[in-house]
């Protein structure tokens, strides 16, 4: 018995995550996909008809604004990396006994609701605004000269939103970087640059791979930013899935792109894993 409570031990543990999992993640995709299948209108109501023909529809249809969705997501996520990793290091190496209040100010934006920081945004890069109002003044900038319902817009917006969850991950694996390591390669005469290149980066993939996920999933799937930011040639496929849910009201059509964005962010997913080598990371990090 006691071997038994020992070998169950850990599926117990676990149990109540897969329970977790199931109910809010397994369960809800079974009934997306479900969904997708059926045909018929919010009157006369949904029969399961198993419509496979729909999901060759709405990509043939939406296929634009899925690829413009993905560009947004990769854009946004190369931003965060860019801000983000320079922020992570100074506060892990250089932030001293203030860490915590760095952190703290990275998260701040964070007590304030996505949708209020993102029209902040849209005041912020409004033609005549705080930014475009000054410089048009002084003839730095025309006239005619605007940010807002560009694509600029929406991606800057994209990065700002989401930028704590790139510079969180990196930071937690830099803070845990024996400094003795990087003192040793100064000792073999190596620059700052390549001991930066050659040691701190590599034992930092970890977190810039978690802060990728974090970043690229739900930028990509964003609808917000597009629909406060961006005009209608920025449409992303969150405003498409959206709109055929809460305005058009057909629910197998928004499901089947629900679902189609899905599969496509997890094929990406799983090549980005694949190309980066997630074992050699860990290997990496544990070593």
Same mark, same amino acid.
């Given at each position: 018995m006691t071997r038994l409570r020992e070998k169950a031990a850990p599926y117990l543990l676990a149990l109540p995550a897969w329970i977790w999992l199931g109910i809010f993640f397994v369960v809800p995709i079974i009934g997306l996909l479900w969904m997708s299948l059926m045909t018929g209108n919010i009157i006369t109501g949904f029969q399961q008809t198993f419509n496979v023909a729909i999901y060759p529809e709405v990509i043939s249809a939406y296929w634009e604004? +899925? *690829?413009? =969705? *993905?560009?947004?997501? /990769? =854009?946004a996520t190369l931003l965060c990396i860019a801000v983000g990793y320079p922020v992570a290091y100074w506060i892990?190496?250089?932030?001293?006994?203030h860490k915590t209040t760095y952190l703290l100010l990275v998260l701040l934006p964070f007590f304030v609701t996505q949708v209020l920081r993102t029209i902040s945004w849209k005041f912020? *890069? $409004? &033609?005549d605004g705080v930014v475009l109002g000054p410089l048009k003044a002084v003839?730095?900038?025309?006239? &005619? $000269?605007? /940010?807002? =319902?560009?694509t600029l817009a929406v991606v800057v917006g994209l990065a700002y939103n989401f930028l704590p969850f790139m510079i969180l991950p990196i930071y937690a694996v830099l803070e845990q970087v024996d400094h003795r390591v990087v003192e040793a390669a100064y000792d073999l005469y190596a620059s700052r640059f390549h001991a930066f290149v050659h040691v701190v980066l590599p034992l930092s993939l970890p977190g810039v791979f978690a802060g990728v996920l974090l970043v690229f999933v739900p930028s990509s799937a964003d609808y917000v930013n597009a629909s406060v930011l961006g005009g209608t %040639? %920025?449409?992303? +496929?969150g405003n498409i899935i959206q709109s055929q849910y809460l305005v058009n009201n057909a629910y197998p059509t $928004?499901? $089947?792109i629900t679902f189609v964005l899905m599969t496509i962010l997890l094929v990406g997913i799983f090549s980005y894993a694949k190309a980066l080598g997630t074992e050699r990371v860990m290997e990496v990090q544990a070593g």
């Amino acid at each position: 018995m006691t071997r038994l409570r020992e070998k169950a031990a850990p599926y117990l543990l676990a149990l109540p995550a897969w329970i977790w999992l199931g109910i809010f993640f397994v369960v809800p995709i079974i009934g997306l996909l479900w969904m997708s299948l059926m045909t018929g209108n919010i009157i006369t109501g949904f029969q399961q008809t198993f419509n496979v023909a729909i999901y060759p529809e709405v990509i043939s249809a939406y296929w634009e604004q +899925i *690829l413009r =969705s *993905l560009g947004y997501g /990769v =854009s946004a996520t190369l931003l965060c990396i860019a801000v983000g990793y320079p922020v992570a290091y100074w506060i892990a190496f250089h932030g001293g006994a203030h860490k915590t209040t760095y952190l703290l100010l990275v998260l701040l934006p964070f007590f304030v609701t996505q949708v209020l920081r993102t029209i902040s945004w849209k005041f912020l *890069l $409004a &033609d005549d605004g705080v930014v475009l109002g000054p410089l048009k003044a002084v003839g730095l900038l025309p006239e &005619d $000269a605007r /940010v807002l =319902s560009t694509t600029l817009a929406v991606v800057v917006g994209l990065a700002y939103n989401f930028l704590p969850f790139m510079i969180l991950p990196i930071y937690a694996v830099l803070e845990q970087v024996d400094h003795r390591v990087v003192e040793a390669a100064y000792d073999l005469y190596a620059s700052r640059f390549h001991a930066f290149v050659h040691v701190v980066l590599p034992l930092s993939l970890p977190g810039v791979f978690a802060g990728v996920l974090l970043v690229f999933v739900p930028s990509s799937a964003d609808y917000v930013n597009a629909s406060v930011l961006g005009g209608t %040639n %920025n449409t992303m +496929i969150g405003n498409i899935i959206q709109s055929q849910y809460l305005v058009n009201n057909a629910y197998p059509t $928004a499901a $089947a792109i629900t679902f189609v964005l899905m599969t496509i962010l997890l094929v990406g997913i799983f090549s980005y894993a694949k190309a980066l080598g997630t074992e050699r990371v860990m290997e990496v990090q544990a070593g």
